[in-house]
């Protein structure tokens, strides 16, 4: 499996950006299908952005679409989730997920994903 670290949470105000990485050691992630997911207190984790292997396709959730972009770095372990407008209710623990290399399309479900990382939080107040 990979190994996926986030960073770039933190504390901001609404309609503040945030820049959020996913950095792979063992593996070179822009490789993989990615995907990013948050946790909100109390709520199930959702799906937010996806990229293919090749970083031709992407799909958001449509309470993001607009606002975040995900991408894959220059550097070959790093993918990112651009954050812009940001909202009270975009406040979660945000995470990283990369497919087995074999699928290489994009998915909003988190069934299909097989590496994880340990979170980031994201809060944003009002």
């Known amino acids: 499996q990979v190994q996926l670290v986030e960073s770039g949470g933190g504390l901001v105000q609404a309609g503040d950006s945030l820049r959020l990485s996913c950095a792979a050691s063992g593996r070179t992630v822009t490789s993989y299908a990615m995907g990013w997911f948050r946790r909100a207190p109390g709520k199930e984790r959702e799906f937010v952005a996806a990229i293919s292997s090749s970083g031709i396709s992407t799909g958001y959730a449509d309470s993001v679409k607009g606002r975040f972009t995900i991408s894959k770095g220059n550097a070959k372990n790093t993918g990112y989730l651009q954050m812009n407008s940001l909202k009270p209710e975009d406040t979660a623990v945000y995470y990283c997920?990369?497919?087995?290399?074999?699928?290489?399309?994009?998915?909003?479900?988190?069934?299909?994903?097989?590496?994880w990382g340990q979170g980031t939080q994201v809060t944003v107040s009002s």
């Open positions: 997920a990369v497919r087995e290399a074999f699928y290489t399309g994009i998915t909003s479900s988190d069934r299909l994903y097989t590496s």
